[in-house]
């Protein structure tokens, strides 16, 4: 069965803490593998993608990670803002096409100053 | 930017109405989607669309239908709005052949009483 599964569940750090994301999954085919961010209230952001062929992939202060043959990915975050704080969701997308993805139920950060 | 709007931020209906949501964007995206979102269960498809006229059950399509008439819009109907069916809706499109990114609109909270 396709899974994506993250952790942890939820975190809290410290403003200027960096922190890492979890994310494994169990998807054949694999196409992409994409972190949104969903901030409360709002929908998600798409933050970065990767490719079967990516192993790396940043966006300012977020940098994601891509193991495609232990099939995981970790989305790190550098110096953390306030702002930071939302939800992170972890995508697999099963063939090309944007039909056939497959959701992480998300991590919940939480940057306190 | 892409700008995926959803017709309300907060809807609050009776166990039986009817009820419409509508979904609208702007970049001319092939594919549309319905997504419900539960605290626990991550996002969920219920239909999508790939073209004016079309529909595709997603995972969890029971108690609801959908409408597209025009490539633009895309409506979620709930025939007879049950509490189980409270949750936040999330609207998304994307362009075929582009990396399948879907952007979101901010979403819906529908609460059933």
């Known amino acids: 069965k396709n899974q994506v599964e993250q952790s942890p569940q939820s975190l809290i750090i410290l403003e200027g803490k960096n922190c890492t994301l979890q994310?494994?999954?169990?998807?054949?085919?694999?196409?992409?593998l994409r972190w949104y961010k969903q901030d409360t209230g709002r929908g998600p952001v798409s933050l970065t993608i990767m490719t079967f062929s990516e192993n790396t992939k940043s966006n300012g202060r977020y940098t994601a990670t891509l193991d495609a043959d232990t099939k995981q990915s970790s989305l790190h975050i550098t110096a953390s803002q306030l702002s930071d704080s939302a939800s992170y969701i972890c995508v697999v997308s099963a063939i090309p096409g944007g039909t056939a993805l497959i959701f992480g139920k998300g991590t919940t950060l939480s940057v306190s100053s | 930017d892409v700008k995926v709007t959803q017709s309300s931020r907060y809807l609050v209906k009776r166990t039986g109405e009817k009820v419409f949501l509508e979904c609208v964007q702007d970049m001319d995206h092939e594919n549309m989607f319905w997504y419900r979102q539960d605290p626990g269960l991550g996002l969920r498809l219920i239909y999508f669309s790939y073209d004016v006229k079309m529909k595709e059950k997603g995972d969890i399509p029971e108690g609801y239908s959908v409408s597209r008439e025009k490539k633009e819009r895309f409506s979620l109907i709930l025939e007879s709005a049950s509490t189980n069916q409270t949750s936040m809706y999330l609207c998304?499109?994307?362009?075929?052949?582009?990396?399948?990114?879907?952007?979101f609109g901010p979403g819906t909270r529908l609460t059933v009483l």
């Open positions: 998304a499109s994307s362009m075929t052949g582009k990396g399948d990114t879907q952007y």
């Open positions: 994310c494994n999954y169990t998807v054949s085919p694999f196409s992409n």
